[in-house]
């Protein structure tokens, strides 16, 4: 059980201790949620439903989809709200890793006054509402950890998340960044990222399950890595905010040639000085 006590270092194990059961119980349902999604012929489709560990921690699934094709490539995100220092925090296990990010009462401010611009007299939503939204409209987050640096750092389709490391399994996310406010080389990091989700998508789309490993994704056909068969996907799917965000970096790209191009040869030269570590 969650403890307001709790260091955050001790609420991280709790939470991913907790969530094995989640995950466990999860498995067990997915035949069911796949069935329900193959005869769902309403959309757009939001669905939701709610977990209660033996631990007594309540954690919530939620999925939202806004065509049947959509539908292919949405995975229900699991996650957990709390109280802590007196105010609502989240928490959300990555998929497919073991890591898992806090989400503080900070963070879901600056979203609602960054991303959804409102100020604090406007806000007619509980902290609930405010995280369910985070959580439907975002369908892919990650997070990554700069080399000799503890400084946690990612995007999401709405923006950039930003914090720091706990424990290298853990990572207390502190603020947000909207995508109009992020600077030339953050942005040209979200574009790449970007794309890399829909290659993921276009894969999940084809074959039925996700990527799993680089090796996988480096020997992909060309097709995944051309502009005309994203934009083709991408229509297909007929996600109207994914072809906005697409039109907005194909945008930000034309705008930004030179600084872009020098941006994404420097991310290039890290990544392939990595590989050869």
Sequence with gaps: MILPTMTLTELAKEIQSDYKEVHARWTKFNPKFNKMRLKQTYYPWIWNTEIITKKNNKWFFSFYAQSKEDANVVIPHAYITFRYGGTTWAAYPL??????????????????ERFLELNKDEKQYTSLDIIKLFYLRNNHIGCIKPELEDLARGFCEDGMILGEWISESAALIKTFLSRNELKVNQYTEYYDMFHNWIIQDMFLAHKGYSLSSMEEFDNLPDSYFSPKEWEKFLKLRGNEMWINIAIECSEFRIEHKEEYEKCSNMLQAIMDNRSLE
Excluded: A, D, M, Q
């Design 95 to 112: 998929k497919g890793t073991n890591v898992l990010l806090i989400f503080s009462s900070h963070f879901f401010e600056r979203y609602i």
